[in-house]
């Protein structure tokens, strides 16, 4: 090749070269993938149209300008341009790129150094954006999570509602149960047949049962189904109730594909609702009202008891005020019964008087109890009442009576007393036996008049006509009058009178009388082989406190709460021969809670009994004396120094 042909020859490479070049630089400058180059001071000083179009620049803004104006990381790009300055490669590296309009683009960055004599010219960068894809696995993993939240809430709301769950795929015959499924139906495997699980349905509900699962089984169409049935519990064999519930799910075909639903154990609620069956019928066939209410007095509930008792009909009264069966000067008993049932108490045989809807009224005894839920929560109040108008009626009468005949009786036995001391002190006339049988007389005569006036006392109590008539009286004085009146024969029983003579007390004297006659009176019968009865007082602060001690028998702690009921008695062998009607006790705690005071028992049975009771100090007492000395109480040897 002569050497004019070998310039055309290279003049046509160069020319091809030159082509290729374009071609590959009009090829890069168009590539869909971002590109970009950065030298060694991290200025960019190329990059192609797609990088421009990624970012939003225009190559005016973007080329001469340093890398890092356009990475929000600023160590990930130094770290970039570290590796690159070492020859090292950057694969995959991700990034976050800060675009024109503010936006940002996520990427990951792939690129090698060119290097010429071992320094670092520039770098060639490919820039992939994964915005998109990053953005979709966010929402992805977000997704997770809130499937895998609303799976556990699903988890927790089954476990709180005590529900099993199972999954039947009806075109086989496995059925998938959940760790509660298996706990009811009494099963190991959380797999099971479907015809094992038809198998424990109680024979009387097989057929049923096999119906429900067979419509759904052969159904077409979507659906939710829901049943109860009996079952005989696997390993136990006991008798459980079960509550199933469940929608079926289908193919495009139409074909049954799967049945979900879940499975409680309602035996409780059955024995429940049966419960409350058998409750409701013994109350609506009470012959007791029973009525229901709000803490705050609003009628809830009412049977037919109560509808015949006061008039109103359970629609007619329901959602009104309890108020509206209360006469108006007794309505102050309601906040007490409320304040009661909010603190958790029960009052029982509260005798009242209630209103019937014709205005009538009527003697209630109620018995109240507050009514609470399964948290021990107070959420009512139940009130049974008790028509006691004809008991209160015949009590009134028997009070009339007894006052009427210890009135006619006290006549003759004041004349027959009269004559008896007429007899003692004229022996002249009526000789020495004369004397002895009228003070044999006049002790018996005010054993009946003592008892007679118990009686009335007691109609007083019963009919709520006691009357206080107070006073001011030396305290000492009368418990001498009732030492003296008792006159206790022989010397078996001497009492002592410890009470300091300048103590006086504000009360009504002859009800306090009475008081002390019973006490003596008791501890004189209860001391069958004798013994001393000590009587005093003890001062403390503003207040005497006055006992009665004997030596007797004592009280065996079972009967000692039962004490001052009406008519109740010790019966036991030491106590056949002591008479007595059992309503002094019961006069004694009656007048005392009159006086707002009560009266207290210390006794250890074989070892004698102390009464005592408190009442306020009407007068100055003397600074310090001792009074009494009592070896069966608590009062042993006290000084009575005021405190």
């Avoid at 869909?32 to 179009?53: F, R, T, Y």
């Avoid at 108020?323 to 102050?332: C, E, H, M, S, Y």
Wanted: with cysteine.
């Amino acid at each position: 090749m002569t050497s004019q042909e070998a310039q055309i020859h290279l003049k046509r490479e160069n020319a091809q070269l030159k082509q290729r070049v374009s071609e590959l630089s009009e090829f890069i400058e168009n590539a869909s993938m971002p590109l970009h180059w950065v030298n060694g001071d991290g200025i960019i000083i190329w990059a192609n149209k797609a990088e421009l179009d990624l970012l939003g620049y225009t190559k005016e803004e973007y080329i001469g300008a340093s890398i890092y104006d356009f990475h929000s990381d600023q160590d990930k790009i130094t770290a970039i341009l570290h590796m690159l300055a070492n020859n090292e490669k950057v694969n995959d590296y991700p990034a976050t790129l800060k675009c024109k309009n503010g936006s940002f683009k996520h990427v990951i960055i792939n690129s090698s150094a060119l290097m010429k004599g071992g320094e670092f010219v520039h770098s060639m960068c490919f820039t992939k954006d994964i915005t998109e894809s990053l953005i979709a696995e966010k929402r992805r993993a977000s997704l997770t999570a809130m499937l895998a939240e609303k799976e556990e809430r699903l988890r927790l709301a089954l476990a709180t509602t005590e529900l099993g769950t199972w999954d039947w795929d009806s075109n086989g015959e496995i059925v998938q149960l959940s760790d509660r499924s298996r706990q009811i139906l009494g099963l190991k495997s959380d797999e099971e047949f479907a015809n094992v699980l038809l198998d424990l349905v109680y024979p009387d509900d097989r057929t049923y049962v096999f119906q429900q699962v067979k419509q759904r089984s052969d159904s077409n169409s979507d659906g939710h189904f829901e049943f109860t049935c009996r079952i005989i519990k696997k390993g136990s064999n006991s008798l459980i109730w079960i509550k199933v519930q469940g929608a079926a799910y289908f193919s495009n075909a139409q074909k049954s594909r799967r049945i979900i639903g879940t499975i409680m154990d309602i035996t409780d609620q059955k024995k429940a609702i049966a419960k409350s069956a058998e409750l409701v019928a013994i109350i609506d066939s009470s012959y007791d009202a029973i009525i229901g209410k709000t803490l705050e007095g609003i009628i809830t509930s009412w049977n037919k008891a109560a509808e015949n008792l006061f008039g109103y009909t359970a629609e007619e009264i329901i959602g009104r005020s309890i108020l509206t069966l209360i006469p108006k000067d007794r309505q102050q008993e309601e906040d007490y019964i409320l304040g009661r049932m909010r603190q958790g108490n029960s009052i029982k045989h509260f005798e009242t008087i209630r209103r019937t809807k014709t205005g009538k009224l009527i003697d209630l005894s109620l018995t109240i109890s507050p009514i609470k839920n399964d948290a021990g929560e107070i959420i009512g109040v139940s009130k049974i009442a008790r028509d006691i108008t004809e008991k209160k009626q015949e009590e009134r009468r028997k009070n009339a009576f007894i006052s009427m005949a210890s009135h006619e009786l006290k006549t003759p036995l004041t004349t027959i007393l009269l004559s008896a001391q007429v007899m003692q002190q004229h022996k002249e006339t009526f000789g020495q036996p004369g004397a002895t049988l009228g003070a044999k007389i006049e002790s018996q005569v005010k054993k009946m008049m003592t008892m007679i006036q118990d009686f009335l006392s007691m109609a007083e109590v019963e009919g709520g006509t006691l009357r206080l008539h107070k006073s001011s009286f030396k305290l000492e004085a009368l418990i001498q009058e009732c030492i003296n009146d008792l006159h206790p024969t022989g010397s078996n029983h001497p009492i002592v009178n410890n009470c300091d003579p300048s103590i006086t007390i504000f009360a009504d004297r002859n009800k306090m009388g009475q008081v002390l006659t019973n006490l003596l009176s008791n501890a004189v019968k209860y001391s069958p082989t004798g013994g001393t009865i000590t009587t005093g007082c003890i001062i403390s602060g503003e207040k005497v406190k006055i006992y009665v001690q004997d030596e007797g028998l004592g009280i065996d702690k079972k009967h000692q709460k039962k004490l001052f009921k009406p008519f109740y008695r010790v019966d036991n062998l030491n106590t056949t021969n002591i008479s007595g009607f059992g309503i002094g006790l019961y006069l004694v705690a009656e007048i005392l809670r009159c006086h707002d005071t009560q009266i207290e028992l210390d006794s250890t049975k074989g070892k004698g009994s102390t009464f005592y009771f408190e009442l306020p100090i009407d007068s100055p007492a003397p600074e310090s004396k001792t009074l009494f000395t009592m070896d069966n109480s608590s009062f042993i040897s006290k000084g009575l120094a005021r405190k």
